[in-house]
């Protein structure tokens, strides 16, 4: 299922498990949960892939400039919960990953999409990242991400955030 959102459009709700920090190994998010804060939700192909982690550490090492009271961050792929948490541990992640493991989350936001690599063509999660203001609509939207890039062009888009 493709699916085009565009900025200004509701956010599709969804419930998942996110795993890290408060959510320890585990637990229910749903997203509806967080209407009165802003929401970053990354989505990113796969636990420890050269990309992902440099994504992910881009954000951890700038996470006290990127870290807001009125904001929360999750990144999103379809990893196991317990890859999640080997994930998390091995690179010290300070924010929460949740686990979509049907990709019912990735479908939603329509970045379940066609890949090709080396000649073979598969589905996968495409790299993007949503921000989500405090009422449920989207605020940014932003495809295909360099990984070495996100961090700054979050904080960019933070440091300008009106709810």
């Known amino acids: 299922m493709e699916t085009s959102l565009k900025v200004g459009d509701a956010a599709p709700d969804f419930t998942a498990t996110a795993v890290g920090g408060e959510y320890g190994e585990g637990t229910a998010v749903t997203l509806s949960q967080f209407r009165g804060v802003a929401v ?21 090492d700038r996470w006290e400039r990127l870290r807001r009271p009125d904001t929360v961050f999750f990144g999103v792929s379809s990893d196991t919960a317990s890859s999640h948490q080997k994930f998390i541990a091995e690179h010290a992640l300070p924010f929460p990953l949740i686990s979509d493991s049907d990709h019912a989350v990735a479908e939603a936001y329509g970045v379940w999409v066609e890949k090709t690599l080396y000649g073979r063509t598969f589905l996968g999660t495409e790299r993007t990242t949503f921000v989500v203001r405090p009422n449920g609509r989207i605020k940014s939207i932003y495809r295909k991400v360099a990984p070495n890039e996100h961090a700054d062009i979050l904080f960019q888009d933070l440091a300008n955030f009106e709810p």
């Not at 990354?42 to 881009?58: H, I, N, V």
């Open 40 to 60: 970053v939700l990354y989505f990113y192909p796969k636990d420890g892939t050269p990309g992902c982690t440099a994504q992910a550490c881009g954000m951890r």
